[in-house]
């Protein structure tokens, strides 16, 4: 989660895509990231917890509040993020993009197993 919210911060939009999960990258809003993380003065970042869930993949979820300034105002978003990790990397599975998996499809985050043994608990 530290390494997301730096890359917010130094504009690094291909890191945030890269450790997106691979099944939902394609559906970020690229141009969006970037004029966000460009248009905002980031104030910090506290991590309230980190919870290692085990299985196969591991599954993680991250409690944090992210602050921020714009030409607007003073912003604080408080989030429990999960992860998924795969083949050594973790991967951010992002609420907001929609997974096109039914119960009984492989799990798009490449595990092997059926997406309603694997990930599709973690999906908000």
Known sequence: MRSRYSAYV??????????TLP????????????????QSTWLGLEVESAELLGGKPEHAFVT???????????????????????????????????LKAGRNDACPCGSEQKFKKCCSAYMA
């Not at 130094?10 to 450790?19: A, H, I, M, P, S």
């Not at 099944?23 to 460009?38: F, T, V, Y």
């Not at 105002?73 to 951010?92: L, P």
């Open 64 to 98: 944090f509040t992210a602050r921020w300034h714009d030409a607007v105002a003073e912003h604080s978003h408080r989030e429990r993020s999960a992860f998924v990790q795969n083949d050594g990397r973790w991967y951010f599975i992002d609420p907001t993009v929609q």
């Open 10 to 19: 130094l504009g690094f939009v291909d890191y945030l895509l890269d450790t």
């Open 23 to 38: 099944a939902q990258k394609n559906s970020l809003d690229r141009e969006s990231i970037s004029q966000w993380s460009a």
